[in-house]
Every structure is written in structure tokens, then in C-alpha cells.
């Protein structure tokens, strides 16, 4: 299974904010640390105000913060926020779209394999993915000024 890049994108930008710790973000920020582009960004801060994860501040001095502790947002349950209903395969989630459906093993086992993969996923949190967390700050709290974003 490969998760979205919304997804990927959403579990970076906590990261990054549960490093801040309250303190104030901003895209800008995010996007030069993990060199990746800002409008992509954008549109996932928007998804993860919406859904109650991060506060956004407007105006001069403003940003994003985590609202939630880190140990309160379990991994699971952010990733069915991002990817919604979506499954392996396209067969999981809606009726007719393949003509064997009816007698098909596959899905059985697809949707097996995908619940075991959210039952790991629901055993961690946010607070985990921090553990230790001074390794990962110098990376993404002190980007190289050279850093290309993509």
C-alpha cells in the first residue's frame, strides 16, 4: 500500500508543529524544512484546521500551531482523516467496479491486510514520532540555507 502525499505531507507538517511546541509556524517555514512545495502545503493545512488538528493565525505574525497534544492524536486516525475511505484497490470501497466482485477472494484479503495495517498505525501517536526529538529538530528546525524546495 502507498499512502498519498497528502497524507505524507499531513504527518509532516505535525511532526514539524509538535516540535514547535505552541509556538508559531508558517508554511513557508514547513516547506523549505522538508523542501517540498508550499501550495501542496497550503491545502494541507487547510484539511488539518478543518478537522480540529491545527489552529491557523492571520495576519502580520501569524502561522500555524498544533492545538491537540501530540500523545492525543493517534497515527490511525489522522490517516483515515487524510485518505478517507480509499482502499488498496478501488474494488474494496465501491459496488460493480469489477466484473468477478461477487466471487472475488482478493478483496477478503485486501481488506484483511488493510485493517492490520491501521491496527499498528492505531497503536502509536503523534507523541511517538517526537520521541527523542532532538535528532529530528536540528534536521528540520535548521534547514541548509541552500536547500532547494521542489
Request: glycine fraction near 8%; hydrophobic fraction near 45%.
Amino acid at each position: 500500500m502507498q499512502l498519498t502525499t497528502f497524507s505524507d505531507y499531513s504527518m509532516r507538517v505535525m511532526m514539524y508543529l509538535g516540535l514547535q511546541h505552541g509556538k508559531l509556524a508558517t508554511i513557508s517555514e514547513i516547506a523549505k524544512a522538508y523542501q517540498i512545495s508550499e501550495n501542496h502545503l497550503t491545502k494541507v493545512v487547510h484539511h488539518l484546521a478543518l478537522r480540529g488538528y491545527v489552529e491557523t493565525v492571520r495576519g502580520k505574525g501569524g502561522g500555524l500551531r498544533l492545538i491537540l497534544a501530540p500523545a492525543t492524536v493517534n497515527l490511525g486516525a489522522m490517516l483515515r482523516d487524510s485518505e478517507g475511505d480509499a482502499g488498496l484497490l478501488p474494488c474494496l470501497t465501491k459496488e460493480g467496479e469489477c466484473c468477478i466482485q461477487r466471487s472475488c477472494k482478493l478483496m477478503g484479503i485486501l481488506r484483511e491486510a488493510q485493517a492490520a495495517l491501521f491496527a499498528v498505525l492505531d497503536k502509536y501517536t503523534l507523541a511517538d514520532l517526537l520521541r527523542k526529538e532532538a535528532p529530528l529538530a536540528r534536521i528540520l528546525l535548521h534547514p541548509k540555507p541552500d536547500a532547494a524546495i521542489a
